[in-house]
């Protein structure tokens, strides 16, 4: 079984966002695989190692710095990665210009199924998946919490998360999946994959080398972060009917939600 998974370097969910023109300002920022995309790495690795045979490829477009993340996805147990590493692209690539170089990348390999994440939590789009399905021509299946394979290779089945419940469908491979929570525990890296993954090949190429110019349809006019939250306000005394009291006018007069 070999698939491919496209993960995307995002900054670490506690870092603090800082906002500089239209993107996330790079300074102080440590930066991780995308959650999502763990769960997409854990997959392919799990299926490589149910069928006893097969390679998983990362493909990342990203700075320099994405090849720390694609270290580790090769460390939990990925063979071999190809890293798109054009600033220039990269710096203005939209949803479809994304989808596009990574299909471009893609394009040549040999692979059953590709896993991505269901979103990047950076810029939380969504739709990278979908698009990446329609430009090689193959089905996307989204929100993936369970995957099984056919011991032919010829389809999957696979259980979708969906409001409320889940749908269970199948297709014919190869095809695109996008993880959600649920469909793995991914594993850590362990010091033997680290060592190992410093020799595991990378390939790196650029938006021109594959033969992909597209700039972005979609142009950020302006980010902002949320406005800064109030101080609290404390409600102290010895006397508890008092304090619900006042407890209770503060939520009509001030919060004005009873
Ligand atoms: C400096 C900068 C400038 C930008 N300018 C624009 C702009 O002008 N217009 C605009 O619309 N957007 C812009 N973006 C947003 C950026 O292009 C998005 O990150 C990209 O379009 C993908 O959207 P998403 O990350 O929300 O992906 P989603 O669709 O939410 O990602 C889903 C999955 O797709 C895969 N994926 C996503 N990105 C990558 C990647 N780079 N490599 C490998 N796999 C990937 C991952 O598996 C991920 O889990 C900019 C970003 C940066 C950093």
């Not at 490829?57 to 798109?84: F, W």
């Not at 010091?191 to 090949?201: D, F, H, N, S, T």
């Not at 349809?217 to 939250?229: C, D, N, Q, T």
């Amino acid at each position: 079984m070999n698939t491919i998974v496209c993960l995307k370097q995002v900054p670490d969910t506690e870092t603090l966002i800082k906002i500089a023109g239209t993107t996330i300002a790079a300074e102080g920022i440590k930066w991780v695989i995308n959650p999502y995309d763990e769960f997409a790495v854990e997959e392919a690795i799990r299926q490589k190692e149910k069928m006893g045979a097969g390679a998983v490829t990362i493909v990342s477009l990203g700075p320099d710095r994405a090849i720390e993340s694609i270290r580790t996805a090769l460390a939990m147990g990925a063979d071999n990665a190809v890293h798109i590493n054009d600033s220039g692209f990269y710096d203005k690539a939209d949803p479809y210009a994304t989808a596009a170089v990574l299909a471009a990348a893609i394009k040549g390999l040999d692979f059953n199924a590709i896993f991505l994440g269901k979103q990047a939590i950076d810029d939380d789009s969504g739709q990278v998946p979908a698009m990446l399905g329609e430009m090689l021509g193959i089905p996307a299946v989204t929100q993936v919490i369970k995957f099984e394979v056919a011991a032919d290779k010829s389809k999957a089945t696979v259980t979708r998360e969906i409001e409320g419940g889940h749908m269970v469908v199948e297709v014919p491979l190869p095809a695109v999946f996008s993880a959600q929570k649920g469909l793995n525990e991914p594993r850590y890296a362990s010091l033997p994959g680290i060592m190992k993954a410093k020799k595991k090949p990378v390939d790196v190429k650029n938006a021109a080398g594959l033969g992909v110019s597209d700039g972005p349809m979609i142009v950020i006019k302006e980010m902002s972060l949320p406005p800064a939250r109030q101080a609290g306000k404390i409600i102290t005394g010895d006397d508890a009917k008092v304090k619900a009291a006042a407890l209770a006018k503060a939520l009509h007069e001030e919060v004005k939600i009873i």
